[in-house]
């Protein structure tokens, strides 16, 4: 009865997993009609799913009934928890069910607690694949020095965030550029340890990666041209202005109010992290470390030029002009 849970928001690893079960379980002959790819997010397709799993494979091998954005775990459900509890002492030792989901299981929901039970019995396996935050550097660069490793590839100084300017937290993105780095450095090297220097990453990785955690980073630094460089790429890669100008302003507000109540004394960070709605305590740290170094009233005139520019881009003025006049005088 190998119950297999897999959960988190890199998709590419999760999907590798799967298909590495599916290859090493599932006899190639028979895998058309022993392999079932359900949907979640549809009721009759759950239903199929705790239905099949009840069905011996054919022929040689096993059985692979995957069943994504699994919501068995993540929504209350009585009627599909109960089912569930009926019919997994009943699967076949020879079949596998995966249960895919982006979120993480949520422990307050009974079926998690249930599970949760079978996972301490070894009869349920969870797995968790998960990408860094987009804000989170430091986390990126860990994500990305441990699958360059795991490709024997060694990165030295400044690859590293050249590579993450360049594809972000793109996993699938990741591992494309650096198999492609992988097969070059292999051809040009004649060391068996593979280096990627920051002069080969600008040949090998084709794409400038920006966003709005970038854009506020350089404001942060008041590295205005920098930051009015990002924001020129985001514009002309198809960003709307307004949608653009409204995840700075929530950025900045974020990051101003953070350094406010810090700076007052404010010591409850659960406290501070509702009021500037940070849906992840751990950032706090992130920030904290981020506007140490920037003051108060930096981050007030940025706001207030940000609103202005706001107010601007409505009235249908030039989007790269707007920017550059309202935030070339912070620097």
């Not at 350089?218 to 960003?239: A, R, V, Y």
């Not at 140490?292 to 881009?313: A, G, Q």
Request: positive net charge.
């Amino acid at each position: 009865m190998p119950i297999q849970i897999i959960w988190g928001n890199d998709l590419n690893a999760s999907n590798k997993f799967i298909q590495k079960i599916i290859d090493q379980k599932v006899s190639k002959t028979w895998g058309e009609i022993n392999i079932s790819f359900l949907n979640g997010d549809e009721e009759n397709q759950i239903n199929k799913a705790l239905d099949e799993i009840l069905t011996p494979p054919l022929g040689d091998g096993s059985r692979v009934v995957v069943l994504k954005n699994n919501p068995m775990f993540t929504n209350k459900n009585e009627e599909l928890r109960i089912k569930f509890e009926k019919v997994y002492r009943n699967i076949p030792s020879n079949t596998y069910f995966i249960l895919q989901n982006t979120k993480k299981p949520d422990t307050r929901l009974k079926s998690t607690k249930f599970v949760q039970n079978l996972i301490k019995k070894n009869l349920v396996i969870e797995t968790s694949f998960c990408l860094p935050d987009i804000w989170d550097y430091e986390g990126q660069k860990r994500y990305l020095e441990a699958t360059s490793n795991a490709m024997n590839i060694h990165l030295d100084k400044g690859a590293a965030e050249l590579i993450i300017n360049s594809v972000g937290n793109d996993s699938f993105k990741l591992m494309s550029e650096l198999a492609k780095a992988k097969i070059y450095l292999s051809a040009s090297s004649k060391n068996k340890e593979l280096v990627l220097k920051s002069n080969d990453v600008e040949k090998i990785f084709n794409d400038h990666q920006s966003n709005i955690f970038k854009v506020t980073d350089h404001l942060l630094q008041k590295n205005i041209s920098e930051s009015l460089k990002e924001i020129d790429f985001l514009l002309k890669k198809g960003e709307p202005a307004l949608r653009l100008n409204a995840g700075l302003i929530s950025q900045i507000r974020m990051h101003t109010i953070v350094k406010l109540l810090n700076k007052s004394g404010e010591q409850d960070i659960s406290k501070i992290c509702k009021i500037a709605n940070i849906s992840n305590p751990r950032r706090f740290f992130f920030i904290i470390k981020k506007v140490k170094n920037t003051s108060s009233d930096f981050l007030i005139n940025l706001m207030s030029n940000l609103l202005d520019i706001d107010s601007s881009l409505k009235k249908g003025n030039n989007p790269i002009n707007v920017f550059i006049e309202n935030l070339v005088n912070l620097s």
